[in-house]
């Protein structure tokens, strides 16, 4: 089992930043991809930005210039970094990571969601 955890969710200004951790612990043997979606309400989950191992960022068109994904292969964790931040951008945001689990075969796993209010 690969489990994440998440950190840095909470209550900002229009205007302001946040930052979003998520550690992966567990079984793995290779992550392959790592990132974060965010489901508003009434909306559907949709991705935010997400980085496969040894490759650049990619990002939803609604957050570029305005958020940054790093990850540390090493530490196994991904960080979101949220600059500008509007009420559009008001959501819970899961973390997420898929790739190969020693010994189980391949794993893909979610966060259990931090949620993000920004305030107009």
């Known amino acids: 089992q690969v489990q994440l955890v998440e950190s840095g969710g909470g209550l900002v200004q229009a205007g302001g930043s946040r930052r979003l951790s998520c550690a992966a612990s567990g079984s793995i043997f290779r992550i392959q991809v790592m990132g974060w979606y965010r489901q508003a309400p009434g909306k559907q989950r949709a991705l935010v930005a997400l980085i496969p191992s040894g490759e650049t960022a990619q990002y939803a068109d609604s957050v570029k210039g305005r958020f940054t994904l790093s990850s540390d292969n090493i530490q196994n964790t991904v960080s979101l970094q949220m600059n500008n931040l509007d009420a559009a951008d008001t959501a819970v945001y899961y973390c997420?990571?898929?790739?190969?689990?020693?010994?189980?075969?391949?794993?893909?796993?979610w966060g259990q969601g931090t949620q993000v209010t920004v305030s107009s």
């Open positions: 997420h990571a898929a790739g190969l689990a020693r010994g189980m075969g391949s794993f893909n796993s």
